[in-house]
């Protein structure tokens, strides 16, 4: 059955570094997604993206994030400037359609993101 | 704005007991509406669905009905088993959005 992958699956960084968080969304899904989970809270939503561009951001996503899709089957998340308050699971997930058609999303293992 | 709502946990039930988590939620309109589970180290994986009042989802022996008049949608199980231990998310999409918004998880352990 196909999945979503992610890597790494915990990522340690010092405060004002750089992160990268990889993904690898189920190949004939046209969207795409970032979710966070701060431990002990709810997961929230960071960003969707379709046809190369973001369609959506929460107030989350500030100037640090970034999204790329740099080549047909990667989807990626960038945080510069890395924040203590940083520190949370993030998922990604993708999707055939919107969510508000009812299409299933299809969520990734997660990455635990550490900022020490 | 939309929000969803769960019980807290950790619920710990012995194997064959009955489950009751509950869900309500606050929307604009009769959204979809979601659970989610995740299996230790694994991602969020979709258990049910609904797409309108009064609908049931069901999967796996898992059931959630739609109630529109209570705002709900309480996931049950008549005899949860061990390999049942995991964080069980409500969710619905966000109005005039293409994402979801979920509640805070409700963690399940069920020992035998």
């Known amino acids: 059955e196909p999945e979503v992958t992610q890597t790494p699956s915990h990522q340690v960084t010092q405060m004002g570094q750089e992160v990268i968080l990889r993904c690898v969304p189920i190949s004939n899904h046209l969207y795409f997604y970032w979710y966070r989970q701060i431990l002990g809270q709810k997961v929230e939503f960071l960003v969707s993206?379709?046809?190369?561009?973001?369609?959506?951001k929460s107030e989350i996503f500030d100037d640090r994030f970034s999204v790329e899709r740099p080549d047909g089957s990667n989807f990626t998340l960038k945080i510069r400037s890395t924040k203590l308050e940083d520190s949370a699971m993030y998922f990604c997930?993708?999707?055939?359609?919107?969510?508000?058609?009812?299409?299933?999303?299809?969520f990734g293992p997660g990455t635990r993101l550490t900022v020490t | 704005g939309d929000s969803v709502t769960q019980m807290e946990g950790p619920v710990t039930l012995s194997e064959e007991a009955f489950l009751t988590i509950n869900c309500t939620y606050t929307?604009?309109?009769?959204?979809?509406l979601f659970w989610y589970v995740q299996y230790p180290g694994e991602g969020l994986q979709l258990l049910l669905k609904?797409?309108?009042?009064?609908d049931k989802g069901s999967n796996k022996g898992f059931e959630a009905t739609y109630r529109k008049e209570t705002t709900s949608f309480h996931l049950e199980k008549g005899s949860v088993q061990v390999s049942d231990s995991a964080v069980y998310f409500c969710?619905?999409?966000?109005?005039?959005?293409?994402?979801?918004?979920f509640g805070k998880g409700t963690m399940l352990l069920v020992s035998p």
């Open positions: 997930a993708s999707s055939e359609a919107l969510a508000g058609r009812a299409s299933e999303q299809y």
């Open positions: 969710a619905l999409p966000r109005s005039g959005y293409s994402t979801l918004t």
């Open positions: 993206f379709y046809n190369n561009e973001i369609s959506e």
């Open positions: 609904a797409t309108k009042a009064d």
């Open positions: 929307a604009t309109g009769y959204p979809s």
